[in-house]
């Protein structure tokens, strides 16, 4: 089944998201991430904006298509994962070390 979306926004936490912000965030549903208590942890917790705290979930999504968030109990073992899995070397540097902070963040969140 194909639903073609058009201009379509839905209210999330305090920001208006677009459909691909929102088919974002709904990669993490999978994960039992819930993303307006992550966000409001980032805004509240770490003085993150809005756009910052949706940045970081943005980022946190590229990560967990590379390697489940799921199986790891620690952030350190979550980055050796990554650092193991070779599409990660196609991603600039830069690119990457947004990507181990999100999951730095993550991992501070849920308190592991």
């Not at 599409?87 to 690119?95: A, E, G, N, W």
Request: charged share 20%; proline share 2%; hydrophobic share 40%.
């Amino acid at each position: 089944m194909v639903i073609e979306l058009r201009n379509l926004r839905t209210l999330h936490g305090d920001a208006l998201l677009t459909v691909h912000q929102y088919s974002i965030n709904l990669l993490f549903m999978t994960t039992d991430l819930n993303v307006r208590a992550f966000r409001a942890w980032l805004i509240g917790t770490k003085n993150f904006s809005s756009k910052g705290s949706g940045d970081v979930v943005s980022r946190l999504n590229r990560c967990v298509k590379l390697e489940s968030l799921e199986t790891h109990d620690s952030s350190d073992s979550y980055l050796d994962a990554l650092l193991q899995n070779p599409r990660l070397d196609i991603i600039p540097q830069s690119s990457r070390n947004s990507m181990f902070r999100s999951a730095r963040l993550y991992f501070d969140f849920i308190g592991k």
